[in-house]
């Protein structure tokens, strides 16, 4: 347990002095911003299935690029928040989603996944990208994600792909050895941790050679979101 506090400690200090030149990082351009755009091509997909406006929760939101093109997007969304355990990056998040006048700001917590502050079957869709891998208890947090996630709704997370060779030695080896006490979980680990939060239609998709990543999806069983 005080091992699990360290880890997540360790991930709020990295963050937190990574925060000011985090968008103009190669790590940024090259991976984070291409996997929001898959997250919005998931998303379209998603609104496809499901008419109404739906409600959006982005778990780790960092400095709220996702949450920025949600917002400006011509999504139906309806509530749109973000999280994080990093405070500056919580500042970050919510001055860049204040910059472009609209009529929806998002609302950006300063909260830790394991312990969301939301009720049950809160959300329609659950956004988690290249934050998991600093769990230290990722099963429990994917039972909690489902938690907050209403029947029918979708959880769409997006980290390294460290299964082949390339991935196994930019995340296993070299971000492994920057960032410390990081797990990035295996395509089949991830699937499991899916299966065993009651999750159903359970997919991958892995894009990007140089800086693999995978995206995992698994939908609550039951009505429509
Ligand atoms: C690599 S950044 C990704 C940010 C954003 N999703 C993106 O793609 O640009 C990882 C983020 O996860 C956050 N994070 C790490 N551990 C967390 C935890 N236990 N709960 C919530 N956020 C966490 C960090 O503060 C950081 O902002």
Redesign the pocket.
Known sequence: MQDSQQT?DR??HF?GSWAGSYDRSLL?FFL?EP??FVFLEELVRFQQDHAQPFDVL??????G??LDLMRSSNLQVGQLAG????ME?CVLARSKCRNVESSQFPSILH????RLPFADASFDVITC???FH??PRQAAVVREFRRVLRSGGRLMLIDGFRDNAVGWVVYDVIIASIEKSVHHASWSLMRKYFQEAGLVDVTHRKFNFWFPAFLTMGTVPGGSA
């Open positions: 997540k991930a709020k963050f940024n984070f996997s929001c982005d778990i780790g939101c960092g400095t690029t996702l999280l994080d355990y990093t990056m909260a830790d996944s394991e990208g290249h934050s600093h769990y």
